[in-house]
């Protein structure tokens, strides 16, 4: 062996050990793509007619829970044998009218988003939701004569802070366009209030404005009655360019140019 041929050596090993480094970064890149695509991403699924059913009696049995009495002290008498109490109602008012009148939503209610994405080739689902909703509801007879909706951006949140804050910053400019919001612009018509727990679908009309921008907006309702409560189903496709927002995309992670505004709406008496 010549003294020129202890260095090659050396060179070529360095190298080999170079591209199997560079060839187990990639494949533990890849790997840790799909675990978190499958196992630590856990982004919920579509807000459905299930999800309405269980907001209404989400905020029924909260409120059963509060208005619980609590133990007495045992020198006063916890009941009256005499007394006779009556089991509440869970029928609504009789007649169309039981729900004419406003209604502001609970924090039963969620509000937000869901744009499909993929990270190095893998395709998860981005979801973020809010319950900080203010507004207000107007019913008369069998329709909703207006309906108008706020939400904070920056109350809206995933299970991932680092697309958290790409949302409120450089897509939503939280700072500069505080809020979402939608405003009703034609009567909805179910033409009949729900029996308690039934469900009625019907098409909304509206505005939705976004970062600023408001676009007329079509979508479909569901909604339904519980002890007293009205909830509010829907979705609304959403093209990022009508509402001046560039295609969230960043690094490795592309995104589709259009996503879904997604809400269960829950209201309570004003």
């Known amino acids: 062996m010549t003294d020129t041929d202890a260095p090659q050596k050396s060179s070529k090993r360095w190298i080999k050990w170079v591209v199997i480094g560079g060839v187990a970064a990639v494949v533990?890149?890849?790997?840790?793509?799909f675990i978190y695509a499958n196992f630590i991403?856990?982004?919920?699924?579509?807000?459905?007619?299930?999800?309405?059913?269980?907001?209404?009696?989400a905020t029924t049995e909260a409120?059963?829970?509060?208005?619980?009495?609590?133990?007495?002290?045992?020198?006063?008498?916890?009941t009256d044998p005499t007394a006779t109490t009556a089991a509440p109602?869970?029928?609504?008012?009789?007649?169309?009218?039981?729900?004419?009148g406003d209604w502001v939503p609970t924090a039963a209610?969620?509000?937000?988003?869901?744009v499909d994405e993929v990270i190095a080739g893998v395709n998860v689902t981005a979801v973020g939701r809010s319950n900080e909703i203010d507004g207000l509801l107007t019913i008369e007879g069998t329709m909703a004569t207006a309906v108008d909706i706020e939400v904070q951006v920056d109350s809206i949140t995933s299970d991932d802070s680092r697309r958290d804050g790409q949302f409120t910053g450089r897509i939503m400019s939280a700072d500069e366009f505080p809020t979402a919001t939608f405003n009703l612009t034609e009567p909805i018509e179910f033409g009949e209030?729900?029996?308690?727990?039934a469900q009625v679908a019907a098409t909304a009309v509206g505005e939705l404005t976004l970062r600023g921008v408001t676009n007329p907006v079509t979508f479909e309702v569901t909604a339904q009655t519980t002890d007293g409560r009205i909830g509010v189903l829907g979705s609304i496709?959403?093209?990022?360019?009508?509402?001046?927002?560039d295609n969230p995309s960043f690094g490795?992670?592309?995104?589709?140019?259009?996503?879904?505004?997604?809400f269960v709406l829950v209201f309570e008496r004003a």
């Open 28 to 33: 533990l890149f890849l790997a840790g793509i």
């Open 41 to 57: 991403n856990d982004s919920p699924d579509a807000l459905d007619e299930t999800d309405l059913s269980e907001a209404l009696t």
């Open 63 to 78: 409120e059963v829970s509060e208005t619980t009495t609590a133990p007495t002290d045992e020198s006063t008498p916890t």
């Open 89 to 100: 109602s869970s029928e609504a008012p009789a007649g169309d009218a039981g729900f004419d």
């Open 109 to 114: 209610s969620e509000f937000g988003y869901r």
């Open 193 to 197: 209030i729900p029996t308690d727990g």
């Open 237 to 245: 496709p959403v093209l990022f360019e009508d509402y001046g927002i």
């Open 252 to 262: 490795a992670i592309t995104t589709e140019d259009d996503g879904l505004v997604e």
